[in-house]
């Protein structure tokens, strides 16, 4: 069943008895040409892409709990592609490109908003760095703009230039950047996906990788053995796990990010805006609620939740900035499981056992990256040969010293 | 978190810096014929476990000592804090 504007007048008329489920709830067959793993935002792109770009069948999505239940879910819903490096800027703008169609592409209202994103400088040299930054956005097709003090100040009258230590000296801005309703992202693909034929398995934890003579040959499940010829990980934080079953050790860390959430206000944050140098970046949402965070907790998590001395630090940074923030009360606060790599960028590869590829290391930023990622795996996994806006994030860099380390930090994964 | 220094008892963790896998205490041979195979395991792969992991932290806001902590990853409950020099000891890696 389409969605539409007519559907919604006539469902309307009707009591709205006429909705189905969004999609089908499939048990697993004993074969598929292709099981992914994790059914978050990365997974079913992947799915999605791999059905309607690719034309392949007999696809599987397999997550353990329900989809949109990971990452995908408590994200801060930021889109934008305002990287540096060759490896990454290419990608992210394939990436945002793909937002901007994606509703009519899916079907499905994802309330898509670019309303833009600025991030704050305060010295010369941060200044040059972003300069740098936005020209190397405009030479790979994107779009940035330095915004002097003055014109942000018109857009955001709120914001504390004066602060003794952070003195707001411009700011570059991404126009076409903003938000995407996080679960929406989720449910488009998912519906989008089943409808072109993929199974969308819930409830159903992989434990275990079966490989035999250098091929992996399906997943064990808590729902039972299913086979696969190609089977593709896409678990983001759970990416050690999972590839562990494979004996596989990752450049990868686990690690917590916090989120929060203020009760709903009229409308007051036009856009995203972001503080790097005082851990702290916000938006409003569609809801009111001012949704923000700042730096991951920084040590090996898989708890799902941080501790109180990084709230505290993202609240300073924003009572810097931002002094009304003070006057909303916080509602809520949660944290989901990064995969930090060790240096920041994301690997979309096969491995070196046959049948098996693996996508991971989204440290922070995945959310955005969503409709290229499923995108490249998908053209991965389909063809066997890396999209050509994701050469870059193979396994072997750290090997053979291509690292894409977009902040210079070397192989600290907190300090990414 | 607290962590329950073994020589100042217990301590905010954000006194500390976090480093990682206490494994990183054992620095490969340069002069192994597998030198270049252990480094590059060394630098850039971890076990990254959901369980029990034993971490380097660094008490840069007190006496500089670093610490091994074993850790749950799953619930941040810290159950053992050594002084990471004993720990090198015990393992022939220091004097
Ligand atoms: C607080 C927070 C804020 C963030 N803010 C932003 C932002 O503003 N912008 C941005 O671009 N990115 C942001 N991110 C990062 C982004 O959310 C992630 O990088 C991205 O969502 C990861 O990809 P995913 O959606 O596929 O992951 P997930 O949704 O986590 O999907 C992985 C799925 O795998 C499943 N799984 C795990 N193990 C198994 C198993 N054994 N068997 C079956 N299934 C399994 C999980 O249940 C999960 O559903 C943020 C993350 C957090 C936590």
Known sequence: MAYSGFRILREALRGHRGWGPAWRDAAPKDHYDYVIIGGGGHGLATAYYLASVYKQSRIAVVEKGWIGGGNVG????????????????????????????????????????????????????????FIRRGNAMILNGADAEFM??????????????????????????????????????????ARAADRLGVDIIQNCQVTGLRIENGTCLGVDTTRGFIGATKVA?????????????????????????????????????PGVITFGAGHFYCSQSDKGGLVFGGDIDGYNSYAQRGNLPVIEDVCEGGMAIFPNLGRARLLRSWGGIMDMSMDGSPIIDRTHIDGLYFNGGWCYGGFKATPASGYAYA???????????????????????????EKGMGNQPNLH | MIIIHPLLGPRDSSEFIYKGDAALINRPDWQASDALDQFIDYGYLRDNPAGLHRELWYHEQGDRSWLVVTRDTTTHEITQVELARDVARRQGRST
Not at chain 1, 79 to 84: A, T
Not at chain 1, 95 to 122: F, T
Not at chain 1, 391 to 396: K, N
Request: charged share 20%; with cysteine; net charge neutral.
């Open chain 1, 233 to 269: 990980s896409c678990v983001a934080g759970s990416s050690s796990r999972i590839m562990q079953m494979a004996g596989m050790r990752l450049p990868i860390e686990s690690h917590v990010l916090q989120a929060f959430v203020s009760e709903g206000l009229k409308p007051i944050l």
């Open chain 1, 148 to 189: 002097s003090t003055e014109q942000i100040v018109a857009k955001y009258p709120f914001l504390n230039v004066n602060n003794a230590r952070f003195p707001i000296k411009g700011g570059l801005a991404q126009h076409r950047g903003g938000t995407v309703r996080h679960d929406a992202v989720a449910w488009g693909y």
């Open chain 1, 379 to 405: 053209h991965l996994l389909a063809t066997d040969t890396p999209h050509h806006t994701a050469t870059a994030y193979r396994l072997d860099r750290f090997r053979t010293g291509h690292m894409i380390d």
């Open chain 1, 74 to 129: 408590r994200n801060t819903t930021i889109i934008r592609s305002n990287y540096l490096l060759e490896g990454n800027e290419p990608f992210y703008e394939f990436s945002l490109k793909l937002w901007e169609g994606l509703e009519q592409d899916l079907n499905y209202n994802a309330m898509v908003s670019q309303r833009g994103i600025l991030n704050l400088v305060h010295t010369d040299a941060q200044r040059d760095a």
